[in-house]
């Protein structure tokens, strides 16, 4: 019982707030906002099935695709940087921001706003690595160009650059905090990833541009 009260008395109610809110801004699926906006279908009925950019493109509408791709990165991004320019005022912790950063994510994977089924996650957890240290999104995004471009495999180039974040995060990253919220994001968009890995390694992966069935 001490431990758990301890867990407890680590975050202030601003915190728990804040990660409330956190949770609450990551739960708007662009996915589905942006191809409703379009009069498109929604994006969990086709191709793959996950609400994120990159099954978006499988409609074959670009524009909608990048939109999807952009909110889903500013809502990680304005989630963190909103709690750390309120954090001196707010009284928010270090462990509170982190906690943030881990929210924002879960929400876009399980999302209160859409029966909790969200997507995967690689364009909010960019925006949250941004917000919490640049130079690791920098570097993990330099990643999935890379590969994505070369490969044409989106999800290999997910995994890569997400496997990398933590080791980036140790480097780079002054807070312990912060470093393991960047952990605990590796993992959870990794086990998101299973579908996909299995797909990687029997040959079926679908390639970045492929039109939905």
Same mark, same amino acid.
């Given at each position: ?7 407890? #008395?680590?975050?202030? @109610? ?21 191809? %409703?906006?379009?009069?498109?279908? $929604?994006?969990?009925?086709? /191709? ?13 509408? %670009?524009? +909608? ?6 909110? $889903?990165?500013?809502? /990680? ?10 954090? $001196?005022? @707010? *009284?928010?912790? $270090? ?5 943030? =950063? ?5 929400? &876009?994977?399980?999302?209160? !706003? !859409? *029966?909790?089924?969200? *997507?995967? *996650? ?18 993990? +995004? ?9 490969? %044409? ?7 890569? =650059?997400? =496997? ?9 990253? #002054? %807070?312990?905090?912060?470093?393991? @919220?960047?952990?605990?994001? @590796? ?5 998101? &990833? &299973? ?16 039109? =939905?069935?």
């Amino acid at each position: 019982m001490q431990s758990n009260s301890a867990m407890l #008395d680590l975050f202030s @109610a601003a915190d728990w707030v804040a990660v409330a809110a956190a949770y609450l801004l990551g739960s708007l699926s662009f996915a589905v906002l942006v191809s %409703k906006y379009y009069g498109m279908d $929604d994006p969990r009925t086709y /191709g793959s099935g996950n609400p994120g950019a990159t099954n978006v493109l499988r409609s074959g509408r %670009k524009k +909608a695709a990048a939109l999807t791709l952009l909110g $889903d990165a500013l809502k /990680g991004l304005v989630a963190v940087l909103l709690a750390r320019w309120l954090q $001196d005022a @707010a *009284g928010l912790s $270090d462990a509170g921001i982190a906690a943030v =950063a881990v929210a924002a994510l879960v929400g &876009h994977m399980w999302p209160v !706003f !859409f *029966g909790f089924k969200g *997507g995967k *996650g690689v364009a909010t957890a960019l925006g949250v690595l941004l917000a919490l240290c640049w130079p690791v999104a920098l570097i993990c +995004a330099a990643v999935w160009l890379i590969l994505a471009f070369g490969l %044409k495999i989106s999800s290999l180039a997910a995994l890569a =650059a997400t =496997a990398i974040s933590p080791l980036a995060a140790y480097w780079l990253v #002054d %807070k312990s905090s912060w470093v393991w @919220a960047v952990v605990i994001i @590796a993992v959870l968009v990794l086990v998101r &990833h &299973h579908s996909n890995i299995r797909n990687l390694l029997s040959g079926r992966e679908g390639k970045i541009g492929e039109k =939905a069935e």
